[in-house]
Nanobody, 118 residues
Framework: QVQLVESGGGLVQAGGSLRLSCLASGSIFSINSMGWYRQAPGKQRELVARITSGDTTMYADSVKGRFAISISRDVTKNTVYLQMNSLKPEDTAVYYC??????????WGQGTRVTVSS
């Protein structure tokens, strides 16, 4: 089993920055890719960014082109990061970390809340 623990959320003013962290533990050898998703109030959960074990990254269209958002990982710390700069109020959401096996089976963290005030 894989366990995921997110951290780094909080309240920030528009234009500010946050770095979210996702620490993976357990059967991490089985992880094929990891991603960050978010769910805003009243909306469905959506992909933000994803990174594979080969460090290939992909970003949702909603954040693509915003060079202020990037996903990365530190294999020595079993941690995936989501760096978010120039935050906007519409980025307010609960951010979830997910880990996927090659079969597509996913494990989710509990989420960390990000609130961006205008």
């Amino acid at each position: 089993q894989v366990q995921l623990v997110e951290s780094g959320g909080g309240l920030v003013q528009a234009g500010g920055s946050l770095r979210l962290s996702c620490l993976a533990s357990g059967s991490i050898f089985s992880i094929n890719s990891m991603g960050w998703y978010r769910q805003a109030p009243g909306k469905q959960r959506e992909l933000v960014a994803r990174i594979t074990s080969g460090d290939t990254t992909m970003y949702a269209d909603s954040v693509k082109g915003r060079f202020a958002i990037s996903i990365s990982r530190d294999v020595t710390k079993n941690t995936v990061y989501l760096q978010m700069n120039s935050l906007k109020p519409e980025d307010t959401a609960v951010y979830y970390c997910a880990a996927f096996k090659s079969s597509g089976f996913g494990v989710w963290g509990q989420g960390t809340r990000v609130t961006v005030s205008s």
